[in-house]
């Protein structure tokens, strides 16, 4: 069977129809995204993806998220960012099907480890069309708006922990839901990488520091992914990018309000529910 992926939708969209060993590798990427696509619409959890299945790149990964993209028929609202543990740049589809205003209601059963990050994310104020030439740190500048987000983490593993982390990254890179908070005032003179942070739940604020981000400044990793997709696709206005986690990963009970919020300022708030 062809998958049908389209560039709008996707910034790594593949071909199906390639010669002789690609026709083995595409095999392996729509058994995976069968796969997966099954946990997520049955709610089950697997224990990893079959030996013949299992990627072993980064490239790889991203494939099999696009045939998962294909076979939810859903869209792509924006991307999460991160160097992965060999030191190349990887991203995770966010589903439009997954992405909630702030404050959100979630149902503990859409994410069933309630485990939230805070970040920064960019939401893109104009189209960054394809093209060859690079995008300058500037161009991607004029182009953003930062603001509060909470991401969620899920998996469709039974051990999330357990699981090798070119599969976990194959699930989206563990997305489970996203929620949209404040956008960022005055950002322009504000130094993203020395906000103050801070993450409450249940009324209790469990998180205070002072930046602390992965990557030092957020925003480099939003030139470094519009830089990855222009070839391929380039990225529409109003996708966002969410950038990795200032407060790291927290597990979070029923019915408590959880918020994160930058300098006192912004902030995006998510609740689970039975």
């Known amino acids: 069977m062809v998958l049908h992926l389209l560039n709008s939708t996707f910034p790594a969209a593949m071909s199906f129809d390639q010669p002789k060993h690609s026709s083995e590798k595409n095999n392996k990427v729509e058994k995976a995204a069968r796969q997966l696509t099954r ?13 013949d299945a299992q990627p072993h790149t980064v490239d790889e990964a991203h494939q099999i998220q696009a045939a998962t993209v294909s076979l939810l028929r859903d869209t792509v609202s924006g991307w999460k960012v991160a160097i992965s543990p060999t030191g190349e740049f990887m991203y995770g589809a966010v589903l439009a099907s997954r992405v909630f205003d702030s404050p959100a209601r979630l149902r503990q059963t859409m994410c069933p480890m309630m485990t939230v990050e805070v970040e920064v994310a960019f939401r893109f104020t104009r189209e960054l069309p394809q093209r060859l030439a690079p995008y300058s740190y500037q161009e991607v500048l004029e182009a953003v708006q930062p603001f509060a987000a909470i991401e969620v983490i ?6 999330y922990a357990e699981t090798p982390w070119l599969q976990r990254a194959a699930d989206f890179m563990s997305n489970g839901a996203f929620v949209k908070g404040d956008d960022f005032r005055g950002w322009e003179t504000r ?24 990557a ?3 925003y480099s990793l939003v030139v470094t992914l519009v830089n990855f997709v222009r070839a391929q696709s380039g990225v529409g206005a109003g996708q966002f990018v969410t950038t990795g986690s200032f407060t790291g990963m927290t597990r979070v009970g029923i019915a408590e ?13 998510v609740e689970f529910v039975q």
């Not at 946990?39 to 030996?51: F, T």
């Not at 899920?154 to 051990?159: G, L, M, P, W």
């Open 216 to 218: 030092g400044d957020p």
């Open 154 to 159: 899920d998996s469709r593993y039974a051990n």
């Open 39 to 51: 946990a997520r619409e049955s709610g089950e959890r697997i224990s990893q993806l079959c030996v």
């Open 191 to 214: 130094n993203l990488s020395q906000l103050d942070v801070a993450l409450s739940v249940g009324g209790e604020t469990i998180v205070t520091k002072k930046g602390g981000h992965p």
């Open 257 to 269: 309000l959880v918020s994160g919020q930058f300098d006192s300022l912004e902030s995006a708030v």
